[in-house]
């Protein structure tokens, strides 16, 4: 089975990740403030705070900017759960606003139409790693008086207009899941240009206390406080030892990205496997290549018949039963999503596939779809 999407490991991440395993630190040391470091400049981000998880980094976004009950945050529907979970963390409410139908991006248009008093953010998802409409969305945040948050997971080293993504909004999430561009395993970072939140992202990362065991050990005290309710999301330094090994390849991993899907947009083009659109003047980092097809379930199973490990991404979260059940949402609410999602399919895109690969996939996608060629 050619999957989906995989990590990319060599010898150098085992032995960075040895190395850490025989330090003084295994967490909270000095490996973390390095990967942050590292991760900040390669984005063009004054500050970085590494945490467990993507789904923790946006969950902590939410906390630095205070959501609570009665808040309301802007979301597409056309994304991982945790997009919309990290709202209800809060005790917050979010607001599903529609996708663009040819790119399944964030439609700005329709953002303006759904903001109320209530509205405190937007959380904007570079979907399959293509930035969002940023200007726009940073022009009606900013007359709305609103936060803006990146759900950048699957975009690291993309950017938007000559922009890299990092430095796009008030906050933008990074995950370092195995699936991603460099992993960490599990992992996760939120970046800022706000000293402000930075502060309070490491406060609440770490229990709401003011000091860690390194930082009070090379002051030689033992003194700390809790200032607030925060929870454990601190990152290891056994993971970001992985991370900094992996961020040094990370170049050469986006460029084969890019390569595959290059070679993927060229063999599938006029056929029945419609990729999605491109955005002008943005610079897409290929964590998903998405295609529509007709009947996507038919082609789902022939492809997985023949080895190919295509996947989904995603079912549309206000219609997963814990929305509908919690916020009555339900089909209708973002037609153009709910459209998608009965043709989207997403092939096999990682930097371990070879270009006999790609063929073998692109040779599946025209044999399973020969029927519903135009």
Same mark, same amino acid.
């Given at each position: 089975m050619i999957p989906y999407g995989r990590q990319c490991l060599d010898e150098d991440d085992?032995?960075?990740?040895?190395?850490?395993?025989?330090?003084?630190?295994?967490?909270?040391?000095?490996?973390?403030?390095?990967?942050?470091?590292?991760?900040?400049?390669?984005?063009?981000?004054?500050?970085?705070?590494?945490?467990?998880?993507?789904?923790?980094?946006?969950?902590?976004?939410?906390?630095?900017?205070?959501?609570?009950?009665?808040?309301?945050?802007?979301?597409?529907?056309m994304t991982f759960a945790a997009t919309a979970n990290c709202v209800l963390y809060?005790?917050?409410?979010?607001?599903?606003?529609?996708?663009?139908?040819?790119?399944?991006?964030?439609?700005?248009?329709?953002?303006?139409?759904?903001i109320t008093p209530r509205t405190r953010a937007i959380?904007?998802?570079?979907?399959?790693?293509?930035p969002c409409a940023w200007a726009a969305l940073r022009d009606i945040a900013d007359r709305r008086g609103l936060a803006l948050v990146a759900d950048s997971c699957h975009a690291i080293g993309a950017e938007d207009q000559g922009r890299k993504v990092g430095t796009l909004a008030d906050m933008t999430v990074l995950s370092f899941h195995p699936v991603k561009h460099l992993?960490?395993?599990?992992?996760?970072?939120?970046?800022?240009?706000?000293?402000?939140?930075?502060?309070?992202?490491?406060?609440?990362?770490?229990?709401?206390?003011?000091?860690?065991?390194?930082?009070r050990e090379q002051a030689g005290a033992w003194f700390y406080e809790m200032?607030?309710? #925060? $929870?454990?999301? /601190?990152?290891?330094? !056994?993971?970001?030892?992985? =991370?900094?090994?992996?961020? +040094?390849?990370?170049? #050469? $991993?986006?460029? /084969?990205?890019?390569? !595959?899907?290059?070679?993927? =947009?060229?063999?599938?083009? +006029?056929?029945?496997?419609?990729?999605?659109?491109?955005?002008p003047g943005a610079l897409h980092a290929w964590h998903l290549f998405v295609v529509r097809v007709d009947d996507r379930d038919q082609v789902f199973s022939a492809l997985r018949a023949a080895g190919i490990g295509c996947n989904v991404h995603y079912i549309p979260v206000h219609l997963?039963?814990?929305?509908?059940?919690?916020?009555?949402?339900?089909?209708?609410?973002c037609p153009v999503a709910e459209a998608?999602?009965?043709?989207?399919?997403t092939l096999p895109l990682h930097p371990g596939m070879s270009d006999a690969d790609c063929d073998t996939v692109v040779a599946a996608v025209h044999a399973a779809t020969q029927g519903d060629r135009p």
């Open positions: 085992v032995a960075a990740v040895a190395a850490a395993l025989r330090s003084d630190f295994l967490t909270c040391g000095p490996r973390v403030g390095a990967f942050e470091r590292a991760v900040a400049e390669f984005c063009g981000a004054p500050h970085a705070v590494a945490v467990s998880s993507g789904t923790a980094a946006l969950h902590c976004a939410m906390m630095a900017l205070d959501i609570r009950t009665g808040d309301e945050v802007i979301v597409p529907p809060q005790r917050g409410t979010p607001v599903f606003v529609d996708v663009d139908p040819e790119t399944l991006l964030l439609d700005p248009a329709q953002v303006e139409q759904k959380i904007g998802v570079d979907y399959a790693g293509q992993t960490t395993g599990e992992g996760g970072m939120v970046l800022t240009a706000d000293q402000a939140l930075a502060e309070r992202l490491r406060l609440v990362r770490s229990h709401g206390i003011t000091t860690d065991h390194r930082q200032t607030e309710l #925060g $929870f454990n999301y /601190r990152i290891t330094d !056994i993971q970001c030892a992985l =991370g900094l090994s992996q961020l +040094g390849k990370l170049p #050469g $991993f986006l460029a /084969r990205r890019r390569a !595959i899907a290059a070679r993927y =947009g060229e063999a599938l083009a +006029g056929s029945a496997a419609r990729p999605l659109a491109l955005r997963h039963p814990y929305y509908r059940k919690t916020l009555g949402t339900g089909p209708g609410l998608a999602f009965g043709q989207i399919l």
